[in-house]
């Protein structure tokens, strides 16, 4: 059974950065493509950023420029850089997993971590 469990949230200030990360329990994350969700109190939870098994990367509009997402396949990680913070990007930060190989196969998620944006 897989297991993730991100890493990395916390308060900051308007303007400034933080460093996600996701470590994946499984021997075929090689073959997995990662995303990193993200859920703010009373909205919808909104898919922000996406990373294939081949390092193909797709962001959503309002985090472009801004976020950068990438994979080291030899720790089983995957990371979100957050850059140039707003408070409207505070949220619950959730990294998701699916093997690429399984059709139709549920997703694996982790436990969240909170991010916090002060003006």
């Known amino acids: 059974q897989v297991q993730l469990v991100e890493s990395g949230g916390g308060l900051v200030q308007s303007g400034g950065s933080l460093r996600l990360s996701c470590t994946v329990s499984?021997?075929?994350?090689?073959?997995?493509?990662m995303d990193w969700y993200r859920q703010a109190p009373g909205k919808q939870r909104e898919l922000v950023a996406t990373?294939?098994?081949?390092?193909?990367?797709n962001y959503a509009d309002s985090v472009k420029g801004r976020f950068t997402i990438s994979r080291d396949n030899f720790k089983n990680m995957v990371y979100l850089q957050l850059s140039s913070l707003e408070p409207e990007d505070t949220a619950v930060y959730y990294c998701?997993?699916?093997?690429?190989?399984?059709?139709?196969?549920?997703?694996?998620w982790g436990q969240g971590t909170q991010v916090t944006v002060s003006s």
């Open positions: 499984t021997s075929d994350f090689s073959f997995y493509d």
């Open positions: 990373i294939t098994f081949g390092g193909t990367t």
């Open positions: 998701s997993g699916k093997d690429r190989r399984f059709n139709g196969a549920p997703p694996a």
